[in-house]
């Protein structure tokens, strides 16, 4: 049961017993987690039959990410294993995340970047928080295997999620889902990456039920950008493209582990275009209130698939009726304006008076 008390201490603190933390690890943290499972009565009578879609939304997480999570267990054990820097690659959140944790816990971060393609709230937070920032001619894969080569000097703790610790951290998400709801939900859907977030959510539903803390285990469902998609290829894409560059990644490092969670838990895996993923998040902007980045509306974006296609990897036309749906929207849209203000376009200002601003609202 959560309590007053608890709030804003932050995943470590709330859910110690479940994480590679003993009492001489310095806890790092930002007081991440505990973040809104929102009811959405809209995407429930999209979906019908009685079912309740949830949006557990993780961009109000101190850098405005799901990273955090992992981040503050990740770092807490670099500073215990006396590590002198941390290096990580990135699509962008990562790296906003580790240049944040590093500074709270005055160490040196190196975030190695592809160049050109991190969203610039992204690239603004690092360069902010201090990281030394190294933007590569590669792409993100280019960059994770730099990290692994030099992550081989002692000197280095890496904080991508290849280290377990940031995937114990974000399992944390799992176990707030299952404290708020009572039990595990039906589905779980969201974006894939590197796809250690789908991996940590296995993980963190696993143990609570092996805890008998949830009577159930949820189908995980996947979704990738058509551009962008080697789970659901089941290949390596060489050159990954999409508008949602944090999930541009052609070889995923947690592929295998997340092809299990699919597989263990009756779950799919799915491509979005990117055309339905800058609509789902005008969407959900515009339904909800809630703002997301494009990876994240993948989530949406794939909900409507499993609504109203047929060829979905996932048919939400026959669900069992009053199912539980959580929908994780992994980051803020405060990350990555540039995709909204092309939308935008130019706003030309009108003369300072009440008409022309009555005739500008079509009034
Ligand atoms: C908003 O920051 O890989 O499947 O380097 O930033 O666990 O990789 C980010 C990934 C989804 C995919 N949504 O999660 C990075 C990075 C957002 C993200 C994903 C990312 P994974």
Redesign the pocket.
């Known amino acids: 049961m959560k309590t007053d008390h608890e709030q804003g201490r932050g995943v470590i603190e709330r859910y110690r017993e479940f994480l590679p933390i003993s009492d001489s690890t310095p806890v790092v943290s930002l007081g991440e987690g505990d973040t809104p499972l929102v009811y959405s009565a809209r995407l429930s009578a999209r979906v019908g039959r009685g079912c309740k879609v949830f949006v557990k939304n993780?961009?109000v997480n101190p850098t405005g990410?799901?990273?955090d999570r992992g981040m503050t267990v990740a770092v807490s054990k670099a500073l215990e294993g006396k590590a002198r820097a941390l290096i990580?690659?990135?699509?962008?959140?990562?790296?906003?995340?580790a240049a944040a944790y590093a500074a709270r816990a005055v160490i040196p971060c190196v975030v190695i970047l592809p160049a050109g393609k991190i969203a610039s709230g992204?690239l603004v937070q690092a360069f902010a928080c201090g990281a030394k920032i190294v933007p590569i001619k590669g792409n993100?894969d280019d960059a994770l295997r730099i990290v692994r080569e030099l992550g081989e000097r002692n000197d280095f703790a890496i904080v991508?999620?290849i280290n377990p610790d940031r995937i114990a951290g974000?399992k944390t998400a799992a176990f707030e889902i299952v404290d708020a709801l009572g039990d595990a939900p039906d589905f779980h859907l969201?974006?894939?990456?590197?796809?250690?977030?789908?991996?940590?959510y296995w993980t963190g539903y696993r143990e609570y039920h092996a805890r008998e803390r949830s009577t159930k285990l949820p189908a995980m469902i996947?979704f990738q950008a058509t551009g962008a998609a080697p789970i659901f290829h089941g290949k390596i894409i060489e050159e990954p493209e999409t508008i949602?560059s944090?999930?541009r990644?052609g070889n995923?490092?947690?592929w295998k582990q997340?092809r299990v969670a699919i597989d263990e838990s009756s779950g799919a895996v799915d491509v979005v275009s990117d055309e339905e993923i800058v609509g789902a998040q005008m969407w959900l902007a515009q339904n909800e209130g809630v703002f997301?980045?494009p990876?994240?509306a993948?989530t949406i974006a794939g909900l409507f698939k499993c609504c109203d296609s047929k060829e979905a990897a996932c048919s939400f036309q026959k669900i069992p009726e009053a199912s539980r749906i959580v929908c994780t929207v992994?980051?803020h849209g405060l990350?990555d304006p540039d995709v909204i203000m092309r939308q935008m376009g130019d706003l030309k200002p009108v003369d300072a008076n009440g008409r022309e601003v009555l005739h500008a609202i079509g009034l």
């Open positions: 993780e961009g990410s799901f990273k990580c690659a990135s699509t962008g959140n990562t790296s906003a995340s992204k993100f991508n999620s974000q969201l974006p894939l990456g590197n796809a250690g977030n789908m991996t940590a996947g949602a944090a999930i990644i995923p490092a947690s997340a997301v980045e990876a994240s993948a992994t980051g990350k």
